[in-house]
């Protein structure tokens, strides 16, 4: 049985380097990460945008290591920001954190419901047996 991710990218449709536009997940255990904030480990939010993206994907990393995952396991990520911030600046701030992992992303502007939060990242992968 497979134990890795397989990317799906049609032909007739544009092929990124950072994300895949589907994924298929083998049979196996799956751990759905809940939404990370930019947090440490005291539960304090960092400051700016880009601190707390940063922090939110290595939360991220952290419960997926936690599980017997990791990156190159992640099917779909889902990212939500405060209205205004540019997906760019996430992505620049997450990418040497995140490496070159390419999934399933979704990124959506809206206010994450923890006052002060200006991102959160949600996570759907497999734990490999």
């Not at 700016?48 to 952290?62: C, D, K, P, S």
């Not at 099917?75 to 620049?92: E, N, Q, S, V, W």
């Amino acid at each position: 049985m497979a134990t890795h991710i397989t990317p799906i990218d049609p032909p007739q449709l544009y092929r990124s380097p950072a994300f895949a536009q589907g994924i298929i997940i083998p049979a196996g255990p799956t751990l759905y990460v809940g939404g990370q904030n930019g947090t440490d480990s005291t539960g304090a939010l960092l400051d700016g945008f880009e601190a707390q993206t940063e922090q939110a994907m290595r939360n991220v990393l952290a419960v997926l290591a936690e599980a017997g995952s990791s990156p190159e396991h992640v099917a779909k990520l889902t990212i939500y920001l405060a209205p205004g911030l540019d997906p760019a600046a996430g992505f620049a701030a997450a990418g040497p954190v995140w490496g070159n992992n390419r999934t399933a992303v979704s990124v959506l502007a809206i206010a994450p419901a923890r006052p002060g939060a200006l991102v959160e990242i949600e996570a759907v992968a497999i734990i490999p047996h």
